[in-house]
Every structure is written in structure tokens, then in C-alpha cells.
């Protein structure tokens, strides 16, 4: 079974409803010919319906297809590690990261510089030349913070295809539980809300503002996961209508958690989105966290600069 | 292989106390039943009738527990037998059920089982039946009567269902 095999399982609910159906009431003095006629029929309709039922999810998107992007930002990340604080600070997926040793040509530009003076000198030291491994750092924090969303939609994505087949399974194991003379009762455990829990940590106090929106997706999450009431729902009925039924609602209850967490993701991103713009749109160029002001030098032409600046060329 | 399956080739045993019957079940409601030699030559027809009981209630009971743990195993314990009652229907399915009289016999009425619940059994053994029959006989007829009763019951609980939730199928 599995989600691979979601069409097939469905298909195999199709059969086994209509089976079981075929024999649930039976001609009586009490049940006329017609009404087992008509049960038979209402039975065969939905049953028939089911597969279009599961068909909307073999659309679902492949989680393999986020690893190239995640592997991306991992590159990123890379590059942007200081060595200060070399492991991921939101992923739980995460690694260490280790120091980029190209960055450590900033610390040899302090001393390139050190003759120079005036004010294009001491805005390139203060505007630029300080705040480099701050800015550095975040910059680190935000690839990482992406990096998380992506896994995050990677997780809830392999969780809905995993919970979707778990509804398919559980309906055709009722089903075929239906024989005896008991009445029974299939559990279904959502994971997709827990699914971005296992993907990320919770945000420590020391993290940056951007950052604790995409933190907050994850504390959310194991507020309603509560770390023992996944939330659950439950395949039963008498007869295979209701089975069908209750399959059916456990199907609209996935699609609405789908949702829920997808917002969640969606609304962490955009929290960091609107913090970055915050932060870059400050007139002030100290309060800019994630990109220091591009140094006028690096525009400079020979004809640009005086000779005394110490710039030769 | 599923539930279908581990259901329909499940074989249960048991055995009566005194050890002079043993009973199988095979499936969902095929019978075996067998003697240790030498009873069924000595045996009173108290006795018959008492061990064929016993044998049958631990049959029954063990064949539940079967069922049920290959329900569990097959849905990884998601599957709950006789989960608890959500609303009254629920719960007046379980206490007719618990007193529904199932009844066998073999077709020449000479053995009859009834069974309450299937918790509470009974056996009755014409008069002399012991003493005109060959053990072979004697066992198929129980057979036959025990294969009859587990029919019973599920027709029993057919209408007991339809009874108590056929408001809630609307195929009308």
C-alpha cells in the first residue's frame, strides 16, 4: 500500500464496499425486494465515487522535488558561515556549518586600509567594514530560516501523502473487518500539523527578530501537536455507506489541516519577508541588518577618485 | 495477506476441561470436533452435553481473541474491535447483542445448541441419541448443529443492525 499505491488502494475499496454491500440487508418479511435493491445501488453509487475521492491527491507534490533548493540554500549557508556559529539554528535537518576561510580576507582589508583616512574612509569602516560579520551572520540566519520553510513544506508535503494513504488504508481494513459481529473502530493519526515540528527547533531568545517568525511556525505546531495528541479522527459505521462516509469526512478533515499548515508556513515567510523590509528600509544605515549600504568605492572609476585617497588604480 | 485473508484461514482450537473434546474452528464458521477415544463409549448424556458446551464457550472465546488480534496486527493496533459507544444506538447495539439467543441443530433436531450473547451455551441431546448413534455421527451432528448456531447468530445480528441504524442509510 502507501501512497504510491493510493489509486489502487482506492480501487480495492471500490470492490470490497460493493462486496460486503451486496450482502448487508437481505430479503425479509420486514425488508422488501426493492428496499435490498435500492441499498445494493446506493452502495455500487458510492462506492464508485471513492476513487474520485483520492484521485485530487496523487497530484500532491513530490517532496524529492524540494531537495534541490534546500540543497541550494545548504550551499549558501556555506558560504555565509562565520565560524562564530557554525550550526543550523532552526533545522532540525540542519548540519555544521563550517567557516567560509574566504571570508576571512575581510579581517586583512582592515589592514589594506589602515592609511587611509578622510570621510569616505571612515564610512567605509563604519558603514561597511564593522558591520560586515553582523550583517554576515544574519544573512546566515535568513538563508537558514528559508532553508526551514522549504523543509518545512518538504515535511508537510511527505506527511500528507503519508496521511492520505493512511485514510485509504485504514478505510479498506475497516471494510474488510466488517464481517463479524462486532463493531469497530479505525484510527487515523494526522501527522501533517506535527510534520513541520520534526523539521524545526524552537527559536531560541538570541535569534533575530526575522527569525523567530519562521521559529513561531514551529511552537505553534507543538502547541496543537502537544507532543502526545496528534489530532486524530476515526473510520466506523454499521454499514458501508457510513464507512464510506466517514472516509469521506476524514478526507475533508485532512484537506482542511493541509491547509492550516500550509498557511502557517505562509504566514511565518511572510513575517520574515516583512521584517527584512523593515529593517532595509530604515533611513538610518546602522539599523540595517541583512545588506550593508554598497560602499561608494566600489562604483569608484580612476577618474573618480582623488589621488590622495591612496587609490592607484 | 489481509484481513480477508488471515480471517478466512484462521484455525482456532480448544479444548473441553476434562479434556475428552476437542473443537476447531476454521475460518468464519467451519467446525471440527473430535472425541478422545474412549469417551464417547463411556460418557453420559449430562455429560456429553455439558463438555460440548464448555468446548463450545471456549471456542467461541478463543476465536474472538483471534480475530482480534489479527485485526491488530493488521492495522498496526489502529483498529479497535467493539470500540466504546458514541450515543445511545451504539449502546443499545451492544446490550441487545449481548442477549441475542442464537440456535442450531442438526437437521434431525436430535442435537440443539443455543447460545446467549455467545458467552452463555447450552447443548441438548435427544434422549437415547447416544445410545442409536456412532461417535461419527454423533460429532458431525454437532458439527452441523454448531455450524448452524454460528449462522443464526449472524442473520440475528444482520437484524439487530438493521434494527437500530437503518434510520441513518438513506437508500430509500
Known amino acids: 500500500m502507501g501512497f504510491e499505491n493510493l489509486m489502487q488502494t482506492a480501487a480495492a475499496i471500490r470492490s470490497k464496499a460493493i462486496e460486503i454491500g451486496k450482502n448487508e440487508i437481505q430479503e425479509s418479511d420486514e425488508i422488501p425486494k426493492e428496499w435490498v435493491e435500492a441499498w445494493r445501488?446506493?452502495?455500487?453509487?458510492?462506492?464508485?465515487?471513492?476513487?474520485?475521492?483520492?484521485?485530487?491527491?496523487?497530484?500532491?507534490?513530490?517532496?524529492?522535488?524540494?531537495?534541490?533548493?534546500?540543497?541550494?540554500?545548504?550551499?549558501?549557508?556555506?558560504?555565509?558561515?562565520s565560524g562564530q556559529d557554525t550550526s543550523d539554528p532552526i533545522s532540525r535537518n540542519g548540519r555544521v556549518y563550517p567557516a567560509n576561510v574566504a571570508m576571512t580576507k575581510m579581517d586583512s582589508v582592515k589592514g589594506d586600509v589602515q592609511g587611509w583616512s578622510g570621510r569616505a574612509a571612515q564610512e567605509f569602516i563604519t558603514k561597511f567594514l564593522t558591520p560586515f560579520p553582523a550583517v554576515m551572520?544574519?544573512?546566515?540566519?535568513?538563508?537558514?530560516?528559508?532553508?526551514?520553510?522549504?523543509?518545512?513544506?518538504?515535511?508537510?508535503?511527505?506527511?500528507?501523502?503519508?496521511?492520505?494513504a493512511s485514510i485509504a488504508e485504514a478505510t479498506l481494513k475497516y471494510l474488510e473487518s466488517m464481517r463479524g459481529c462486532s463493531k469497530n473502530q479505525a484510527v487515523i493519526v494526522f501527522t501533517v500539523i506535527a510534520s513541520i515540528c520534526a523539521v524545526l527547533t524552537s527559536s531560541g531568545g538570541?535569534?533575530?527578530?526575522?527569525?523567530?517568525?519562521?521559529?513561531?511556525?514551529?511552537?505553534a505546531g507543538a502547541d496543537i501537536v502537544g507532543l502526545e495528541s496528534a489530532p486524530k479522527t476515526q473510520i466506523d459505521g454499521m454499514y458501508v455507506v457510513m464507512v464510506l462516509a466517514s472516509m469521506e469526512k476524514a478526507i475533508n478533515q485532512l484537506v482542511e489541516k493541509i491547509m492550516y499548515t500550509e498557511n502557517?508556513?505562509?504566514?511565518?515567510?511572510?513575517?520574515?519577508?516583512?521584517?527584512?523590509?523593515?529593517?532595509?528600509?530604515?533611513?538610518?544605515?546602522?539599523?540595517?541588518?541583512?545588506?550593508?549600504?554598497?560602499?561608494?568605492?566600489?562604483?569608484?572609476?580612476?577618474?573618480?577618485?582623488?589621488?590622495d585617497l591612496g587609490y592607484t588604480g | 495477506m489481509g484481513i480477508s485473508e488471515r480471517v478466512d484461514s484462521m484455525v482456532v482450537r480448544a479444548t473441553s476441561p476434562n479434556g475428552s473434546i476437542t473443537a476447531t474452528v476454521r475460518g468464519m464458521d467451519s467446525i471440527e470436533i473430535a472425541f478422545m477415544p474412549g469417551f464417547y463409549q463411556r460418557a453420559t448424556p449430562q455429560e456429553m452435553e455439558t463438555q460440548l458446551a464448555q468446548v463450545a464457550r471456549v471456542l467461541w472465546a478463543n476465536r474472538m481473541r483471534e480475530y482480534e488480534a489479527i485485526l491488530n496486527e493488521e492495522s498496526d493496533g489502529n483498529l479497535i474491535v467493539d470500540a466504546p459507544a458514541s450515543d445511545r444506538r451504539d449502546e443499545q447495539f451492544y446490550e441487545q447483542r449481548d442477549n441475542v439467543v442464537a440456535e442450531g441443530s442438526s437437521p434431525d433436531g436430535r442435537?440443539?445448541?443455543?447460545?446467549?450473547g455467545m458467552r452463555d451455551w447450552s447443548v441438548h441431546i435427544a434422549p437415547g441419541a447416544i445410545d442409536q448413534m456412532r461417535e461419527d455421527e454423533m460429532t458431525y451432528a454437532a458439527v452441523q448443529a454448531a455450524e448452524a448456531l454460528i449462522r443464526d447468530q449472524m442473520t440475528k445480528i444482520t437484524e439487530l443492525k438493521f434494527s437500530i441504524y437503518q434510520d441513518e442509510v438513506d437508500f430509500r
Open chain 1, 206 to 219: 538570541a535569534l533575530p527578530i526575522a527569525i523567530t517568525a519562521i521559529g513561531a511556525v514551529a511552537s
Open chain 1, 264 to 307: 502557517r508556513i505562509k504566514s511565518a515567510v511572510a513575517n520574515i519577508s516583512d521584517q527584512i523590509h523593515s529593517a532595509q528600509s530604515s533611513s538610518n544605515p546602522d539599523q540595517h541588518s541583512f545588506c550593508a549600504r554598497r560602499p561608494s568605492l566600489a562604483d569608484a572609476s580612476r577618474g573618480s577618485i582623488r589621488h
Open chain 1, 137 to 164: 551572520h544574519n544573512q546566515f540566519l535568513l538563508v537558514a530560516a528559508l532553508k526551514a520553510a522549504l523543509e518545512a513544506e518538504q515535511a508537510m508535503w511527505k506527511a500528507s501523502r503519508e496521511d492520505i
Open chain 1, 41 to 81: 445501488a446506493d452502495v455500487e453509487r458510492k462506492a464508485n465515487a471513492v476513487a474520485g475521492k483520492f484521485q485530487p491527491f496523487t497530484e500532491l507534490p513530490d517532496p524529492a522535488k524540494f531537495n534541490g533548493a534546500i540543497a541550494e540554500l545548504q550551499r549558501v549557508m556555506g558560504k555565509l558561515s
Open chain 2, 111 to 116: 442435537v440443539r445448541v443455543t447460545a446467549r
